[in-house]
């Protein structure tokens, strides 16, 4: 059984975390790399958060299992579209870093979640 509490506060994690994709959005460059950049980090960034929800309101373990995999890819995207901003001198790593580190953990988090839940699964 899932301890709610912890749940909740993952929940609002990942909800935070959409925020800042939001806010790192809507302060890049207009030049048009950053936009279709920008565009993709908002997409996945706020799409972690849903589909957590949505795992969290899983028919079965194994339809968790699949909808936390979907968080997993979201959240490495996240990662991949933060990565090409600084890699691409959009944006100054030292402003991007902590909302980078954020979807690392988030990422390791859910990652681990999954591994867990697909074990126990088996047994």
Not at 28 to 47: F, N, Y
Not at 86 to 112: G, M, N
Request: with cysteine.
């Amino acid at each position: 059984m899932m301890d709610t509490s912890w749940v909740q506060r993952f929940q609002q994690r990942t909800k935070r975390f959409a925020l800042s994709c939001i806010r790192i959005s809507q302060q890049l460059p207009r030049s048009s790399e950053a936009q279709v950049i920008g565009k993709q980090l908002l997409r996945a960034g706020t799409s972690v958060g849903a589909n957590y929800r949505a795992a969290c309101r899983a028919k079965s373990k194994a339809d968790f299992i699949y909808k936390l995999g979907i968080c997993v890819e979201e959240a490495d995207e996240a990662c991949y579209w933060m990565e090409l901003l600084i890699e691409a001198q959009l944006v100054r790593e030292e402003e991007i870093l902590p909302h980078k580190t954020e979807a690392q953990e988030i990422l390791s988090i859910i990652s681990k979640s999954r591994a867990t839940a697909k074990k126990n699964l088996k047994n």
